[in-house]
């Protein structure tokens, strides 16, 4: 096994080889602003490699990778927004497994380091498992909004356990006021924010290998377990009291309007379990870390589970196998690759290494610490599943279940669907 000094200076050998008769070809989803940025870290590894590199976004890429693979004419690398795919085109031959070393410098430089080894790891065409996949820009889901003014006022500290987070719930009630402001509509795909809250309860309620067995459904639905982080979901969402609205409003609050009621005056609520993207949809002109701010969603003190987020990612895999593709993938380990998105926007990482004063954000600097304090990282479960599971069932039978449908009921309905799809 390389050290990490070894392997460093490997990196660092591999990155500035000098000008390549040969250049590098990348594929993305990432187009218009995105792809500006991305631009700006590849612009980076060119003046340090000379390799001409060639990025080429497109909004239909999950399609464009599979016909470009099979027609012998793939990028020497593609960057794939959900494991699934590639782990499928793994599967059939279509990646070339990273360097000897990689997955012992992720283990070593990424916080919760084996999460992300494992999230890369696929079966190849034989079946043995290979490192493909390397995760670079991450997104944060394990998150609880506020208002930090209404806290101040109602005297509510911020909890730093779900026991705390539990009993701040009860407190707020005993006060007459609503804790949470929880809607699960979204037109088409309307349900899915409660999966995510499923998925972040599975993961403080159960040990990791739990999880990882009931994406793959070698746990099924209806096992207990699951069965029981349905209903830590609906502790919080099936309790009139306890949701603005009460609980018959949960399923057809829109979820880009739920959090609308902290901002009103009386609040209409005080806390909202979202993503990091959810400030988007806040009142124009609000501030977050002034206005409006976060925490992480606690785990539970009495167990002794660490500190799991749940997220996304983008990972980056050779595609068309070449001495430039290794080289930028060794690029992917410097600070330098980090930095370069980290003083723009929109961009978080488990890099231990970087500079974190190199956010061009605040905000981006306090929620890479909830990543960086990660002992557990899981990827968004339902993105892992079939379609006609993680973005049809699982949403439905979340409807049904913040609707009065009981839980074992509902993952006995979503297990069938999985089980129809075998």
């Not at 599979?66 to 031959?93: R, T, W, Y």
């Not at 730093?160 to 006060?175: F, G, N, R, W, Y």
């Not at 006609?388 to 009981?406: H, I, L, N, Q, R």
Request: charged share 20%; net charge negative; glycine share 10%.
């Amino acid at each position: 096994m390389m050290t990490r000094f070894m392997l460093g200076v490997a990196a660092a050998a591999l990155i500035s080889g000098g000008a390549q008769a040969e250049g590098l070809t990348i594929s993305g989803p990432w187009l218009g602003a995105d792809e500006e940025q991305v631009q700006k870290v590849l612009d980076v590894f060119r003046a340090q490699s000379g390799i001409e590199v060639n990025y080429v976004g497109s909004d239909s890429f999950e399609q464009q990778i599979v016909i470009d693979a099979e027609a012998g004419s793939a990028p020497n690398i593609a960057v794939f927004p959900q494991p699934g795919l590639a782990a499928d085109m793994a599967s059939k031959g279509f990646l070339t497994p990273l360097a000897e070393g990689t997955g012992a410098w992720i283990r070593e430089n990424y916080a919760a380091g084996q999460s992300w080894v494992d999230l890369g790891t696929y079966a190849d065409a034989s079946g043995a498992d290979q490192l493909y996949g390397f995760f670079y820009k991450v997104d944060l889901k394990s998150l609880v909004w506020y208002i930090p003014e209404n806290f101040e006022d109602a005297g509510y500290e911020v909890p730093t356990s779900m026991e705390e987070l539990k009993a701040l719930t009860d407190q707020i009630v005993a006060d007459g006021e609503t804790p949470w402001c929880i809607g699960l509509g979204s037109g088409g795909a309307t349900g899915w924010p409660a999966t995510d809250w499923v998925e972040d309860l599975l993961l403080r309620t159960q040990s990791p290998d739990v999880y990882d067995k009931w994406v793959t459904n070698e746990i099924g639905f209806d096992d207990p377990r699951i069965i029981a982080a349905i209903e830590e979901f609906g502790a919080f969402a099936r309790k009139d009291e306890y949701v603005a609205g009460g609980a018959g409003a949960v399923a057809s609050t829109d979820f880009r309007d739920s959090p609308k009621g902290m901002f009103a005056s009386p609040p209409q609520c005080y806390m909202h379990r979202q993503a990091s993207f959810i400030p988007a949809f806040f009142p124009e002109g609000t501030s977050v870390g002034e206005d409006a701010d976060f925490f992480y969603f606690p785990s539970y003190a009495d167990k002794d589970l660490g500190n799991p987020v749940l997220g996304a990612g983008t990972l980056w895999a050779i595609t068309n196998d070449s001495p430039q593709a290794h080289q930028f993938i060794a690029f992917l380990q410097t600070t330098d690759a980090h930095h370069a998105w980290m003083e723009q926007k929109g961009f978080l990482t488990p890099h231990k290494g970087v500079d974190t004063e190199r956010f061009s954000d605040p905000t981006l600097k306090k929620m890479n610490e909830i990543l960086l304090g990660a002992t557990t990282f899981r990827f968004d479960g339902s993105d892992l599943m079939p379609g006609g599971v993680g973005a049809g069932s699982f949403w439905t039978g979340m409807v049904d279940y913040a609707g009065g449908k009981e839980a074992s009921a509902v993952a006995a309905d979503i297990q069938s669907s999985w089980d129809a799809l075998k």
